[in-house]
T-cell receptor, first 111, second 112 residues
């Protein structure tokens, strides 16, 4: 079983709508969860971090964490064409220093 | 705003040659990483470095790879004898603690 799983997409969302990105992880002692955005040919750019169950909001972005279900999601409200990118979920496991990445979900916002 | 810087942005090398990729992590960060991303694939962990030593490494990080922090600011990744399959984007990252990691812009390594 993969450590961090994401639907590779592509996910196509109309401009102004809500984009919902999902991620599941296999290790129950995972502690820290991160969403990165990666434009083609560029490096991962941090969007959100979340460490405890529930929702965390930052502008148009909301991260949701459910440790019992081993599930973390990212909602993007009022999607803009500039949000078109690959979104990477990363997980850090207790006692380890590395971040483990999912394969990413390619998101396209259609004007 | 402080950022992780990597040089060069693109390196072309012949198979069997040694390459050194350089990184300057964010000042006062404690944890340093190298990741790689083969075209079209996911970001893969190579090695983490903390307190002047390797703290964790992946199966990819074999004897051909080494890391150094020679002067308290630079953090380097050396590949001793490059193979075609080493062609990838190499990202350096740093963290102030076990929180968010910040990535450099990457070095595209092409082995011919």
């Amino acid at each position: 079983q993969k450590e961090v799983e994401q639907n590779s997409g592509p996910l196509s969302v109309p401009e102004g709508a809500i984009a919902s990105l999902n991620c599941t992880y296999s290790d129950r002692v995972s502690q820290s969860f991160f969403w990165y955005r990666q434009y083609s040919g560029k490096s991962p750019e941090l969007i959100m971090s979340i460490y405890s169950n529930g929702d965390k909001e930052d502008g148009r972005f909301t991260a949701q964490l459910n440790k019992a279900s081993q599930y973390v999601s990212l909602l993007i409200r009022d999607s803009q064409p500039s949000d078109s990118a690959t979104y990477l979920c990363a997980v850090s496991i207790q006692g380890a220093q590395k971040l483990v990445f999912g394969q990413g979900t390619r998101l396209t916002i259609n004007p | 705003e402080p950022e992780v810087t990597q040089t060069p942005s693109h390196q072309v090398t012949q198979m069997g040659q040694e390459v050194i990729l350089r990184c300057v992590p964010i000042s006062n960060h404690l944890y340093f990483y190298w990741y790689r991303q083969i075209l079209g694939q996911k970001v893969e962990f190579l090695v983490s470095f903390y307190n002047n030593e390797i703290s964790e490494k992946s199966e990819i990080f074999d004897d051909q790879f080494s890391v150094e922090r020679p002067d308290g600011s630079n953090f380097t990744l050396k590949i001793r004898s490059t193979k075609l399959e080493d062609s990838a984007m190499y990202f350096c990252a740093s963290r102030p603690g076990l929180t968010e990691a910040f990535f450099g812009q990457g070095t595209r390594l092409t082995v011919v």
